[in-house]
């Protein structure tokens, strides 16, 4: 395609069969260009257009089955009428032309550019089996080799599946409301700020936000979470994501490309044209490999007959050697694995962008995790309130209100919910409201000074300081787990209150899953008070705890453990935990569904908000290297067992083919169990 007028580059990705073309040129060109690997080639934006007839088993096959045909009409007229009269060769030659042309072209072809490839070594052994004349045999090598490559394609097409089936979630047409007039357009032609009409049971083809309706929506595509989530107004919804009761109007907010479906197919479709250090490995072996398995061939067949014996057989020998040298097995086991298990992690709601990420994820000897928001809710609630006078609890209630509703910190939302819920209304004015960093908040009500802070701003404000009584009390609430905030005025502290971000119900069972699957260190790393921290990690069973960390400071522990440990993985969301994340091993981002951060900064995400994908993901690892190994010492090991073969003279070209394509096709469907994980 490179050589083609008006092509300046192409790039093909193997995984996603894909080709992207750079200039000017028509999808006739290509096909033409691509003839000889039969290559339909359709433009992937327009997908109206691509919908076409699928071939028929005999228009798919029939060179194959009339090669077949001719192959035994070939045995049948060598037993009447004897393997060297004119039907027999036109019936073997016949067979050799039609199932081997494409082989035989482009074997010769990266011969005289001197590139040795399993095609070169089949067209050479093919070739010498005519000559000596076996045409049988090589018709036999040609029809083995045609149906090992028919089944190879259709083993990948079966891995490449996963990703066309994420292609399919998304309508390509729907309904939109615009001008305030409604019409059917193709998604390529829907606006942002278009309101998409979804009606119950129809997909929703753009991502958008919900302006009216209420309805559950099934994101399982997108986040791989089986459980519908209710969808009102103001909330986020994804392409491709099933609208299961209500009627929605949603108005667009992105274009068809930037969609976070299209985004993860993106992403899954680059991960798998990623090479992993295996089958970066197996590449380089594989350019060394052939060119010694076409020099032992050599040997095989000439240096034997230098010492008196049969040339003929030798020649033979060293023909079957080329063929069960073929590097077919070898070169296929990992890239056939590495796509597979990228297309189920993306199935499952989990986006893999690389087949080194694969790897890494399954050899990590530690796990350090965001606290809030990965395993906690995410969400802290007031748990406990202590009153330390006996003034009016409801005026300092609504003081409270005013001062945390000016303040952006998580731990103010808490108290203000709690205002909420004990149904404390608050018209008070604020004067000089300030935020004092790492230690809380202060302001005027009605001419006097009140602050909200930690126990550092109370002995800073406050005259009277903290009584022993107080101080206890800090210290069995912190012990506990939960974060403490002291209210009070320019004199005393007036309450303790209690705040916890509960661990999310499935931590525990998760880290126990995650220690079972061989990570031996995980890490909790949080910003928050030591006690705290320690109370929750001692509750879901981290081995170790660092508190009180900014986020730069992850930074620098994720180096420290690296050093200790060896390879560490690293759990955030992907935004305030971003260097952490880019410096691990394998950073993974939680909720990466329509965070743009979570995607950009990690090398997985977990698309959902569900910790109970990283036990699958380190299995699916693990499995994905599991067999990986397998397929390339079963590659390796038949190869050898059928070369020993040669010692006794054993080796026939039947034996070759069967073990090379036989290896090819256990390797192949080896690797698509990963499906099933």
Request: proline letters at 3%.
């Amino acid at each position: 395609m490179k050589h083609l007028d008006g092509v300046e580059d192409a790039i093909v990705n193997f995984g996603a069969a894909k080709i992207a073309v750079y200039g000017k040129t028509t999808t006739k060109d290509l096909e033409k260009a691509g003839a000889f690997e039969n290559l339909k080639i359709k433009p992937e934006n327009n997908r109206d257009k691509q919908d076409e007839e699928k071939e028929s088993f005999w228009q798919k096959y029939s060179f194959l089955m009339i090669a077949i045909l001719l192959i035994l009409i070939g045995y049948l007229s060598k037993e009447e009428v004897g393997e060297k009269h004119f039907y027999t060769l036109i019936a073997f030659v016949g067979a050799i032309l039609i199932s081997g042309y494409p082989l035989l072209k482009t074997g010769y072809k990266n011969l005289f550019r001197l590139e040795f490839d399993m095609k070169t070594l089949m067209a050479i052994a093919v070739t010498g089996a005519v000559i000596i004349g076996e045409w049988g045999e090589g018709a036999i090598v040609v029809i083995l080799f045609a149906i090992s490559e028919k089944l190879e394609a259709f083993s990948m097409d079966k891995a490449r599946y996963s990703i066309r089936s994420l292609m399919d979630l998304a309508p390509n047409r729907a309904i939109v409301r615009r001008h305030g007039q409604e019409m059917e357009l193709a998604v390529e032609d829907i606006q942002v700020d278009d309101i998409l009409l979804v009606k119950p049971g129809q997909k929703i083809a753009i991502d958008g936000i919900v302006t009216r309706g209420n309805s559950t929506v099934n994101q399982a595509a997108i986040t791989g979470e089986s459980v519908p989530v209710t969808k009102q107004q103001s909330d986020e919804v994804f392409a491709g994501t099933l609208n299961e009761e209500g009627f929605l109007e949603v108005n667009v907010t992105t274009t068809s490309e930037d969609t976070t479906l299209s985004k993860i197919i993106h992403l899954v479709e680059e991960a798998q044209s990623e090479k992993a250090p295996a089958q970066a490995f197996i590449d380089k072996f594989a350019k060394f490999y052939t060119p010694v398995i076409m020099a032992i061939a050599l040997l095989v067949a000439v240096v034997p007959p230098l010492f008196g014996a049969s040339w003929s057989d030798w020649i033979y020998q060293g023909l079957a050697v080329l063929v069960v040298g073929c590097p077919c097995a070898l070169v296929v086991s990992t890239p056939v694995a590495i796509v597979t298990a990228i297309g189920t992690g993306a199935r499952n709601g989990v986006l893999i962008k690389g087949g080194i990420y694969l790897e890494e994820i399954g050899a990590l000897n530690a796990i350090a995790f965001d606290k809030t928001g990965t395993l906690t809710i995410g969400t802290p609630k007031v748990t406990d309130v202590n009153w330390l006078t006996e003034a009016n609890h409801n005026q300092h209630l609504a003081n409270i209100r005013a001062l945390e509703s000016h303040s952006q910190h998580p731990l103010g939302k808490a108290l203000v919910s709690y205002t909420e819920d004990m149904e404390v209304t608050s018209e008070i004015d604020i004067s000089d409201f300030t935020s004092i960093t790492g230690k809380g908040i202060k302001g005027q009500i009605n001419g006097k000074a009140y602050w909200m802070g930690n126990t550092e701003l109370a002995y800073d404000r406050a005259q009277k300081g903290l009584s022993e009584s107080a101080k206890q009390q800090i210290r069995d609430l912190q012990n506990s787990g939960k974060t403490v905030m002291l209210y009070g005025d320019e004199i005393e502290v007036i309450a303790v209150f209690a705040v916890r971000d509960e661990p999310r119900e499935e931590s525990q069972n998760i880290l126990n899953q995650v220690h079972s699957l061989g990570v031996p260190n995980t890490v909790m790393l949080t910003g928050d008070h030591k006690e705290t921290a320690q109370a929750i990690a001692k509750e879901i069973g981290v081995k170790h705890v660092k508190a009180q960390l900014l986020p730069q400071k992850k930074l620098h522990f994720i180096k420290d453990y690296q050093k200790k440990y060896g390879k560490v993985g690293m759990v955030g969301d992907g935004i305030n935990d971003a260097p952490a994340l880019a410096t691990a091993d394998a950073g993974i981002a939680m909720g990466g569904a329509g965070t743009d951060t979570a995607l950009e900064t990690a090398d997985l995400a977990l698309m959902g908000d569900d910790l109970s994908k990283l036990p699958f993901t380190i299995r699916l690892s693990k499995k994905a290297l599991s067999i990986i190994k397998q397929n390339i010492t079963f590659a390796i090991g038949i190869k050898i067992l059928a070369l020993l073969l040669v010692i006794p003279g054993w080796l026939t070209l039947w034996i070759a083919i069967f073990a090379d394509m036989g290896a090819t096709l256990l390797v192949t469907l080896n690797a698509l169990r990963l499906l099933r994980v």
